[in-house]
């Protein structure tokens, strides 16, 4: 999980019926009474935002409004309404309910993948927007298989859905001003449907229910991501939010041998032109469009030894920008494998730079590779947990 930041473009809601407005007030506050059957509603391609897609019944009934589908039928953005072939006019909305194994989306440059629960269609400037309704726990296990899919152990699994979980109860309401829970993106979890759900994951999922991390009681920030570096950074370092005693820096193990050095990419290494620099730097408007940049420097760093603070000098100025912004720039112009972390040294030629780094993610909270290599050594999922996040207790959700 990279909770990079990007921020979807997100259509308005729709205006909800009361009876919908009641289970919705109920979702989107994951609605206590109903814990064993809590539910999660995810905006699907939220960021990819196809403007028509087909949908294929995988094997059981898939209905449309109503109507049973039996075959493949492509659904269409007509401006603010949708278009299905071969329904007549197109429509507000439609629902579609799937009782059997899933129905397959795919379209435009879109993903095929496979979909469960319901699925509430509109669109908006000739965009769809695909609101999917399911139970916390599949969702967990989807997440978990997405976004520690290269891990193999099932402790390291079971340490996963736990944060996955609390992460998600924690932030069940970062969409709710757009009327959805979750984006299927990694602004909040990777969430990539049924088709590749990991039997690890299922299991680890399965065994933990309803389990979660908590602080005095109350549920963690469980942020998380890929590959530390050897130590986890202190959230202050990273993002400009309320300290949390349990986000604070983490050595992940020995010194010489961090738990996460096992992890394919621990060291990184990127030569960058100070051409291609500024052509980012522009983009991203930390420069102005005249400037070029000249050097670049780190002026101060974390406890992890992040870079917290980078400083651009060009002919006439200097300029400073966070490392979480430069992280994010460079990821979102670049990809993500330029600059994987802010754990980095500069060091710089009369024409390109060079950074050599480790780890991959914002170092925040639980070390995903960490998690796997604890867990190779012996440490059970809660030791795990407690490593990451020091003072929590892991209990059940209410
Ligand atoms: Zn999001
Ligand atoms: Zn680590």
New binding site residues.
């Given amino acids: 999980m990279k909770t990079n930041f990007l921020k979807p473009d997100i259509a308005r809601p729709r205006t909800l019926s009361l009876p919908i407005l009641l289970i919705s007030a109920c979702l989107l506050a994951a609605c206590p009474l109903a814990a064993k059957e809590r539910k999660v509603r995810i905006s699907l391609y939220t960021v990819t935002r196809p403007a028509a897609m087909t949908l294929t019944p995988a094997q059981g009934n898939v209905f449309i409004n109503d109507r049973i589908l039996k075959t493949p039928v492509l659904i269409e953005a007509k401006a603010s309404r949708v278009g299905i072939k071969g329904f007549g006019a197109p429509l507000k909305s439609i629902r579609v309910d799937i009782l059997g194994k899933g129905v397959w989306l795919e379209g435009d440059a879109s993903h095929k993948r496979l979909y469960r629960g319901t699925l509430d269609i509109t669109a908006e400037k000739g965009r769809l927007k695909i609101l999917n309704t399911i139970p916390l726990e599949e969702y967990i296990a989807s997440v978990v298989s997405a976004e520690a899919g290269d891990l193999s152990q099932t402790e390291a699994f079971k340490a996963q859905a736990v944060a996955a979980r609390t992460y998600t109860l924690k932030h069940i309401n970062n969409h709710v001003k757009t009327g959805y829970n979750m984006c299927d993106s990694t602004h909040c979890q990777l969430f990539t449907g049924f088709a590749a759900v990991k039997p690890i994951a299922q299991a680890a999922v399965d065994f933990t229910r309803d389990e979660v991390v908590t602080y005095h009681g109350n549920l963690a920030a469980a942020f998380y991501h890929s590959?530390?570096?050897?130590r986890?950074e202190a959230m202050i370092y990273v993002w400009p939010f309320e300290h949390k005693p349990y986000l604070v820096s983490v050595m992940?193990g020995p010194a010489n041998k961090?738990?996460?050095s096992i992890a394919p990419g621990f060291n990184w290494k990127t030569r960058i032109s100070l051409k291609a620099l500024t052509g980012i730097a522009r983009s991203q408007n930390w420069i102005l469009p005249g400037e070029e940049i000249r050097r670049m420097t780190i002026l101060d760093r974390g406890v992890s030894k992040r870079a917290v603070t980078i400083e651009f000098a060009t002919g006439s100025r200097r300029v400073k920008i966070s490392a979480t912004n430069f992280y994010h720039g460079v990821g979102r112009r670049a990809g993500w494998n330029a600059v994987r972390s802010t754990l980095f040294q500069v060091y710089s030629g009369k024409d390109d730079i060079i950074m050599e780094g480790k780890g991959n993610g914002h170092g925040v909270g639980m070390?995903q590779?960490?998690a796997e290599g604890m867990a190779r050594l012996g440490f059970k999922y809660r030791d795990i947990l407690l490593h990451y996040y020091p003072g929590t207790e892991v209990s059940l959700s209410e």
């Fill in positions: 590959i530390c570096g050897g986890t992940d961090p738990y996460c070390c590779w960490g």
